[in-house]
């Protein structure tokens, strides 16, 4: 754990890019998904980052995709206020501190000692037995969402990409984004094979909630073990039956 982090921030002093975000407000992008992100090339035109924190993805997408839009919604104004401050000079970004759900009301968070650990779904045991230190600290009440409530399918450039890292609450946002999911060329996931959250609906339910939508499975990322080798979760890359990367 501690090499792969140290490998990281290596990774994020190299790029001056990240470099700055880094030095300026100790925002480390998410250079995990550079190889995807690069992988997609430089065709997308409009990026959602849902579940942005401190703008650690918003960052990769930029770096990957130079004249991209990009939407971030975080509901926890901690990291939005940092969010904002990272990309202050971009006028390509648009921050909703709002999350993304199925209905449009106020949901309690449960916010983590680690505030991007925090979800909308009650952190279980086994989420800080893994993870230590990412117990909860506080609830408060935020903004939910459906994502056509926030922005209509006109306003999405194609081609697009759906970025969902929600902590559990995934299929919500799913169901939150289903009216415009037709507008998206890819959608990345990150899912649990097992229930770090009460409530949470796992891998194979988002393959399948995708695959009735016109998506299927391409690619598995960055998967995390627990200390005995078991898979516990990955980021997921789901493209459009009528998509292709090479195109």
């Not at 990009?70 to 904002?84: A, W």
């Not at 000692?113 to 506080?138: N, R």
């Not at 998206?184 to 009460?198: G, I, N």
Request: proline fraction near 4%; include cysteine; aromatic fraction near 10%.
């Amino acid at each position: 754990m501690q090499l792969r982090k140290f490998r990281k921030l290596i990774s994020v002093i190299r790029n001056p890019f990240y470099r700055k975000a880094f030095i300026r407000q100790w925002v480390a992008a998410s250079v995990e998904h550079d190889v995807l992100l690069r992988q997609i090339g430089k065709k997308i035109e409009c990026v959602f980052d849902i579940g942005a924190n401190r703008g650690q993805f918003a960052l990769a997408a930029r770096n990957n995709f130079p004249t991209a839009k990009i939407f971030c919604f975080e509901p926890l104004t901690e990291p939005v206020n940092v969010l904002k401050k990272v990309f202050e000079n971009d006028s390509l970004v648009t921050i909703n501190e709002m999350a993304i759900g199925e209905t449009n009301a106020h949901a309690t968070m449960h916010v983590s000692k680690q505030d991007d650990s925090s979800s909308l779904l009650p952190i279980s045991s086994m989420q800080s037995t893994i993870y230590p230190g990412t117990e909860e600290k506080e609830t408060r009440s935020v903004q939910v969402k459906p994502l056509d409530a926030v922005i209509s399918s006109s306003e999405i450039e194609q081609p697009a990409f759906l970025k969902i890292d929600v902590q559990g609450f995934e299929m919500e946002v799913l169901r939150g984004c289903v009216t415009l999911l037709p507008c998206f060329s890819y959608v990345y996931v990150e899912c649990s094979f097992v229930p770090l959250y009460s409530g949470q609906e796992l891998a194979h339910e988002i393959i399948i909630f995708l695959n009735e939508h016109g998506f299927i499975l391409s690619g598995i990322y960055n998967l995390s073990y627990d200390k005995s080798g078991v898979a516990v979760q990955g980021d997921f890359l789901f493209t459009k039956t009528d998509s292709n990367l090479n195109t």
